[in-house]
């Protein structure tokens, strides 16, 4: 999965991720004195957030992929950005008062046992969340186009797979990892678009599971399926909506 370039997947999901960020921030409302730690931090969009309201010396990031660390450590430094998986996070018991995983639980190999390392860092009265795109009820940002991917290969995998995909779902896992939570709700957020053109670009630049789908075809069945796209769009400006299952618990 080409899912570890931090310029191109600002251009594609990152888009998405920096107006979630904000609402993510917002619902949890971290105070200055906490620390905070971002799992999975992707091309550090919560990251940012998490430093606008804390400082960098009281943010770590971490992510299995080391090009977007190092981006976030160029991108915001005095940040504590690592290498690591969400399963075998690098940091001493109870070091942190929020622990987040912003639209990385679906691509932890162990989402319970990510989860239950998240709850282990994170200290007495503090908290734990997470979000993942409603990929089940059809709300993610790739809805459109897995739509017209499935529209002309049936048999096309999608987002397969992912874990809290579905309502009710990341509840479990939190549950599963010891976490009960106190708040299971949903985040939308909403990115425009210039034009049919601009949508369709991000999707070739080999990202996730839907660009390594684009880069795989030929010439002919990539037209093919941009033609298909096209005509679930508009081809002037628009607006994607997205909406995020959002789980907290308390520590």
């Given amino acids: 999965m080409a899912f570890d370039v931090a310029a191109d997947y600002d251009r594609f999901m990152g888009r998405f991720a920096v107006p979630l960020a904000r609402r993510t921030v917002g619902a949890l409302g971290p105070r200055p004195g906490q620390r905070a730690l971002d799992v999975g931090c992707g091309s550090g969009a919560l990251t940012a957030e998490l430093v606008g309201v804390l400082g960098a010396p009281a943010v770590a990031a971490v992510d299995p992929a080391p090009e977007p660390v190092a981006a ?23 070091t942190f008062d929020l622990s987040v995983a912003q639209l990385a639980v679906h691509f932890m190999a162990d989402p319970v046992g990510g989860l239950r390392e998240m709850r282990r860092v994170t200290r007495p009265g ?65 990115v425009g678009y210039d034009s049919f053109d601009a949508w369709w670009e991000s999707y070739t630049l080999g990202v996730g599971p839907a660009g390594d789908y684009v880069a795989r075809l030929g010439p002919s069945a990539r037209e093919t399926l941009r033609r298909r796209c096209a005509e679930l769009l508009p081809r002037a400006a628009f607006t994607v909506e997205a909406t995020a299952w959002f789980v907290a618990a308390p520590r």
Avoid: I, K, N, Y
């Fill in 72 to 94: 976030v450590a160029r991108r915001l430094p005095g940040v504590d950005a690592r290498v690591a998986a969400a399963e075998f996070l690098p940091h001493d018991d109870e």
């Fill in 126 to 190: 503090g908290r734990v969340a997470a979000s993942v795109w409603d990929f089940g009820g059809q709300r993610s940002p790739l809805t459109t186009f897995w739509t017209a991917v499935r529209s002309l290969d049936p048999a096309a995998r999608g987002e397969p797979g992912r874990s809290g995909r579905v309502q009710g779902e990341l509840a479990d896992l939190f549950r599963g990892a010891g976490l009960l939570p106190d708040l299971d709700d949903e985040l939308t957020v909403e």
